[in-house]
């Protein structure tokens, strides 16, 4: 036998084994993020949090502080973020000692247009610190923004949204099943969650991660288009080109990146997305 014909289904053997790997640890991990679900809320007036940062354009106008919250009932196999998964892994602060920190970039960033984003992690796993956060610098006269998947949008009262000048909501996919197997959950709560926040009529953007092989079908596409058009307050539809740039914090946390071997979206697939948005009149950045 030639040594190409026995490396060939050595080759096949090792991807088998890797895909294998690969499907047990998602598995594993989101029975993880199940028990995230559990996760008691620390007491009123206090939160756990993985980091505080400011940024650029990306979680809302302006520049912006954001707080990143942590524990997360999904497991999307894109996250950027899997450093904010598990709320134990977290620190605890508490509203008045992150209120001191936005004190201290408060000037800044109101001359900036920006505001503060309370992201994570899953903000909503954490409602009572999530609202009061919102709260404290919406009364303070600062912009407000929640980063959520939606998936927990039952546990955001309407004073909470009240709060709320700016909600960013990931829709990950339309497909149920396509979205199932990206976040290892339900698509619905997301969708209904969105419908509230229209009947309330709360200021939405969008945010849709394009990943080829994964999100990328044209019905897939057409349907979150179609969707978001019936909404009525969706500002905008950020279409994120997936990335690969979070392989590294997997590597350093000793998880496999689900992802590593599926390359960006090419300029011509982004071409066709933002034209599938503009087909239904949806402004898409
Ligand atoms: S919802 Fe956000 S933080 Fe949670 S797994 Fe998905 S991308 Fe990561």
Same mark, same amino acid.
Request: charged share 25%.
């Given at each position: 036998?030639?040594?190409?014909?026995?490396?060939?289904?050595?080759?096949? !053997?090792?991807?088998?084994?890797?895909?294998?790997?690969?499907?047990?640890?998602?598995?594993?991990?989101?029975?993880?993020? $199940?028990?995230?679900?559990?996760?008691?809320?620390?007491?009123?007036?206090? +939160?756990?949090?993985?980091?505080?940062?400011?940024?650029?354009?990306?979680?809302?106008?302006? &520049?912006?502080?954001?707080?990143?919250?942590?524990?997360?009932? !999904?497991?999307? !196999?894109?996250?950027?973020?899997?450093? &904010?998964?598990?709320?134990?892994?977290?620190?605890?602060? *508490?509203?008045?000692?992150?209120? %001191?920190?936005?004190?201290?970039?408060?000037?800044?960033?109101?001359?900036? #247009?920006?505001?503060? &984003?309370? =992201?994570?992690?899953?903000? @909503? !796993?954490?409602?009572?610190? &999530? #609202? /009061?956060?919102?709260?404290?610098?919406?009364?303070?006269?600062?912009? *407000?923004?929640?980063?959520?998947? #939606?998936?927990? #949008?039952?546990?955001?009262?309407?004073?909470?949204?009240?709060? %709320?000048?700016?909600?960013? @909501?990931?829709?990950? =996919?339309?497909?149920?099943?396509?979205?199932?197997?990206?976040?290892?959950?339900?698509? /619905?709560? %997301?969708?209904?969650?969105?419908?509230?926040?229209?009947?309330?009529?709360?200021?939405?953007?969008?945010?849709?991660?394009?990943?080829? +092989?994964? %999100?990328?079908?044209?019905?897939?596409?057409?349907? @979150?288009?179609?969707?978001? $058009?019936?909404?009525?307050?969706?500002?905008?539809?950020?279409?994120?080109?997936?990335?690969?740039?979070? $392989?590294?914090?997997?590597?350093?946390? +000793?998880?496999?990146?689900?992802?590593?071997?599926?390359?960006?979206?090419?300029?011509?697939?982004?071409?066709?997305?933002? $034209?599938?948005?503009?087909?239904? +009149?949806?402004? =898409?950045?």
């Amino acid at each position: 036998m030639r040594d190409s014909q026995l490396n060939e289904p050595i080759a096949r !053997l090792r991807q088998d084994s890797i895909a294998r790997l690969r499907h047990e640890s998602t598995a594993r991990l989101r029975r993880d993020a $199940a028990a995230e679900l559990c996760q008691a809320e620390p007491a009123a007036g206090s +939160g756990v949090i993985e980091s505080w940062d400011l940024s650029v354009g990306v979680d809302g106008p302006g &520049t912006r502080f954001v707080v990143f919250t942590c524990g997360c009932p !999904l497991r999307c !196999l894109y996250c950027h973020n899997p450093e &904010t998964w598990r709320m134990r892994d977290g620190r605890r602060v *508490t509203v008045d000692e992150v209120m %001191t920190e936005v004190d201290g970039y408060r000037r800044f960033i109101s001359v900036a #247009g920006g505001g503060v &984003t309370v =992201s994570g992690g899953e903000p @909503l !796993l954490q409602p009572r610190f &999530t #609202g /009061e956060l919102l709260r404290r610098c919406h009364e303070s006269g600062l912009h *407000t923004a929640l980063d959520t998947s #939606g998936f927990l #949008g039952d546990r955001a009262s309407d004073a909470l949204l009240a709060d %709320t000048d700016l909600v960013l @909501l990931d829709i990950k =996919s339309y497909d149920p099943k396509g979205y199932r197997r990206l976040t290892g959950a339900s698509l /619905e709560p %997301t969708l209904r969650f969105a419908r509230r926040l229209a009947d309330l009529g709360r200021p939405v953007w969008v945010r849709f991660v394009l990943v080829p +092989g994964l %999100t990328d079908e044209v019905e897939n596409v057409d349907g @979150l288009a179609r969707f978001v $058009a019936t909404l009525g307050n969706v500002e905008r539809v950020d279409v994120l080109p997936f990335h690969r740039m979070a $392989a590294g914090k997997y590597a350093r946390l +000793g998880l496999t990146f689900p992802l590593a071997d599926v390359r960006p979206p090419d300029r011509a697939l982004l071409d066709r997305v933002h $034209a599938q948005f503009a087909a239904h +009149g949806v402004t =898409s950045v």
